[in-house]
């Protein structure tokens, strides 16, 4: 009797171990740590680096002297308040102590023009800081697809996760521009080695094209997951804990995804190597190219936004950091719900126009964001942009693994290679040039720069209506002989268990 139950118990385990099911977990949860890093220092690093930059200068001392003098303790205890509302302030200044009101104004008010122009020549440092992770990841892509056709996704994808919980303890100790800097290179390293590794695994597990769509959009989902909670999470630790409170958090989610891979995963290498098209055949592909481009233009817009939006609100809203983080909720709900709703549904009505609505949307929310006077005027356009970009990243990311199934090989590291490129394409231009087109033409003025680029690049989405197969009935046999490759891949994780 024991012995049968540790056989069940044997053989529920590795049942367990090899579950689809499972793996895509593993990958959710990968993608959302990566992306919750990635937004979770959006609304500390323009204050951080502010105040390190500037270590005199803080309003703290004004509000002490009001304080002490008005006998009113609350105006210290709330000085961010008062200095986005400064009526509210002269007020309790007016029934308290009349004879500060105009020099209270008047400092605070010139404390802000300073603080405002000290912030707008930041924005092309902040803005360059947060492309770092991008760039690097666009340079490291292309060895990790080939990679993963080598050896397997499980190494890789371990490896994404030692370097990602390196660069997170880089956070909490870093106290300039330069290991700033470093953290966030660090992390594009890592986000390459999980994202490629990851979206293949899903790629070579779910070879149905419909399941694929499905698995992808909840894959997505934990990158929206990340993104939804990174600002507000990052902006109210910061605020109200400390700069390296949220990053240690981080970093024990980051323990027990690690954890999980060890158990699952048992990194190793799987299989033997397969010959799938090259990553230069690949990129020749238009039809590749065209789905690619619309990753790239989809996510480019609220790539600018990541390093302008908060100094734009912190300028003209006089926004806090918990709002500036904030503002970006409505994108991620509404993101997290369209990737889970058109996941299978631009299956059925055409990831092609699913796409190119999505891309029209994007224009017109980005054209709607510099309309908004408050953070609750950010509610509507943030939140069609966000759904749009959903629209656009849950139908491309499986039309990538579809065009490489009838046009090419079905062995999927380097096309999601490619696919990662497209994403960190938007995101390194996107931050790296904000701060410049901001000085030059406005914050309005950049984001309708970019609404009018997608809205030319939507027609184009016309062309991956129906894609021409290349050689169809080779590419049956290559699905074929794949089967016999996925099956074998999947069960080299339960080699050790005599099945």
Sequence with gaps: MPELTMHSLREFWYTWRSSRVLILFIVFVALFLDNMLLTTVVPIIPDYLYHLDNPKA????????????????????HRNYFIQHTDHLQQILRTSCNWTVTWALNRTENENNERT?????????????????????????????????????????FTGFVIMFVSTMTFVFSKSFGLLFLARAIQG???ACSSVSGLGMLADRYPDDEERGKAMGTALGGLALGVLVGPPF????????????????????GL???????TVLQPGVSGEPVEGASLKTLIKDPYILVAAGAISFGNVGIAMMEPSL???????????????????????????????????MAHKMGRWLCCMIGMILISVALVGVPMATSIYGLIIPNGILGFAIGMVD???????????????????????????????????????????IVHAFGFRGMLHIIAFIGLCYAPLML??????????????????????????????LDNDSGY
Aim: charged residues 15%; positive net charge.
């Design 58 to 77: 803080t309003m703290d001392d004004t509000f002490k002297f009001l304080a002490k003098n008005c006998s009113r303790s609350e105006l210290f205890r």
């Design 117 to 157: 122009t000290i912030l707008e020549n930041e924005n092309r440092w902040v803005g360059i800081m947060f492309a770092s992770k991008a760039f690097v990841q666009l340079l490291t892509n292309p060895f990790i697809g080939p990679l993963t056709n080598r050896i397997g996704y499980s190494i890789p994808m």
């Design 189 to 191: 390293v890592g986000s």
């Design 234 to 253: 990052g902006g109210f630790m910061y605020e109200y804990v400390s700069k390296a409170s949220p990053f240690l958090v981080l970093a024990a989610l």
């Design 256 to 262: 027990f995804d690690g954890i999980l891979q060890l």
């Design 310 to 344: 908060p100094i734009w609100m912190m300028t003209t809203m006089r926004a806090s950091e918990f709002q500036q983080g904030a503002a970006f909720l409505p994108a991620s709900i509404s993101y997290l719900i369209g990737t889970n709703l058109f996941g299978p």
């Design 394 to 436: 849950s139908s491309m990311m499986p039309t990538m693994g579809y065009l490489v199934d009838i046009r090419h090989a079905s062995v999927y590291g380097s096309v999601y290679a490619i696919a990662d490129v497209a994403f960190c394409l938007g995101f390194a231009i996107g931050p790296a040039m904000s701060g410049f």
């Design 463 to 492: 062309f991956l209506r129906n894609p021409p197969a290349k050689d169809e009935k080779m590419s049956l046999i290559m699905n074929e002989n794949h089967s016999s490759f996925s099956y074998a891949r999947s069960k080299s």
